[in-house]
């Protein structure tokens, strides 16, 4: 046997081994990992236990949180970052440079965005909303309160712009929307001439309607009239009104964790969490003569209805 022929025999073996080990390499480790960045001006607790969270949920990429203060401009943060930002305080920094990395903004409002950013919404920036949505509300009306038709709506100008769709949702269902300008809300001469036309008020994430300082007011008068109310959202039932929907962490989470094994360039602009739970008052059911609500039947068939086109 020749020199070449004794090597080649000796190194064959050899590297057919590196080879199989780098395969085994390749298939035992993530094809990329990801850096995101979640950033708010709050640094505190729950912010912190959402950063934990969310890199158990996804150990293969590099999670971290820095504070909105300790962050460059956002057009001289790399451009791989994906960036989640968990304020309004994050997203008025991100606006200030439309060369920023790509950004899902969470904690948002239908009309907190209309306050910042009109009918616009810049590239590279998804929001995620955390009002319910009309339609799912709609829905739990007719779920719970199966002989409600007229929907009471007390809208300010800054909330105005939602009655178009909702009344999109409303009429197929064979609901009409009856709605209220509240313009002071000291004035209770709107709310009771609402209270006299509907039999259910639906309440928008419009925080000048619904705040501590009327809810007195509102939950009174609705327990006077034995209207419920349902929404605008978990806070406000847990202060006396009826139901609502809502997504709380775990579910930010799964739609974090789904969106995140996406390009960014297929992010929607914005979204709606799929993931929902239901929140109901039995104090205030009961002292409205209705049937406790069952928050998880209710909202598995909320679910079952939305997977259905």
Avoid at 20 to 27: A, N, T
């Amino acid at each position: 046997m020749g020199a070449q022929s004794r090597m080649t025999h000796v190194y064959r073996p050899r590297l057919w081994r590196r080879a199989l080990l780098l395969l085994c390499l390749l298939f035992s480790v993530p094809a990329w990992t990801a850096d995101i960045l979640l950033t708010a001006a709050d640094d505190g607790a729950g912010v912190q236990a959402f950063t934990e969270a969310l890199a158990k949920a996804r150990p293969e990429d590099h999670v971290t949180f820095t504070p909105l203060k300790d962050l460059p401009a956002p057009g001289r943060l790399p451009a791989s970052t994906r960036l989640v930002l968990l304020d309004l305080a994050g997203l008025d920094w991100r606006l200030q440079d439309a060369q920023g990395p790509p950004t899902l903004v969470l904690r948002i409002s239908r009309l907190q965005a209309r306050q910042r950013l009109g009918n616009h919404l810049p590239a590279r920036i998804s929001l995620l909303w955390s009002d319910p949505p009309l339609a799912r509300q709609l829905q739990l009306i007719a779920n719970i309160l199966p002989q409600a038709r007229r929907i009471g709506v007390l809208y300010a100008a800054d909330s105005e712009f939602l009655l178009p769709e909702l009344r999109e949702y409303a009429t197929p269902m064979g609901l009409e929307v009856v709605p209220q300008l509240w313009e002071n809300t000291n004035d209770s001469r709107p709310l009771q001439n609402l209270f006299k036309s509907s039999d259910v008020l639906l309440g928008l994430d419009d925080p000048q309607l619904y705040n501590p300082k009327t809810a007195k007011n509102l939950l009174l008068s609705s327990y006077a009239r034995q209207l419920p109310l349902v929404g605008p959202n978990a806070g406000f039932v847990r202060a006396g009104s009826l139901a609502s929907t809502y997504s709380d962490q775990s579910d930010w989470l799964a739609v974090l964790d789904r969106l995140l094994d996406q390009p960014p360039a297929t992010w929607p602009r914005t979204l709606y969490p799929e993931h929902f739970k239901v929140a109901g008052n039995p104090q205030v059911a009961r002292s409205l003569g209705l049937e406790e609500v069952d928050e998880t039947n209710v909202a598995a068939r909320l679910a079952e209805g939305e997977k259905r086109p």
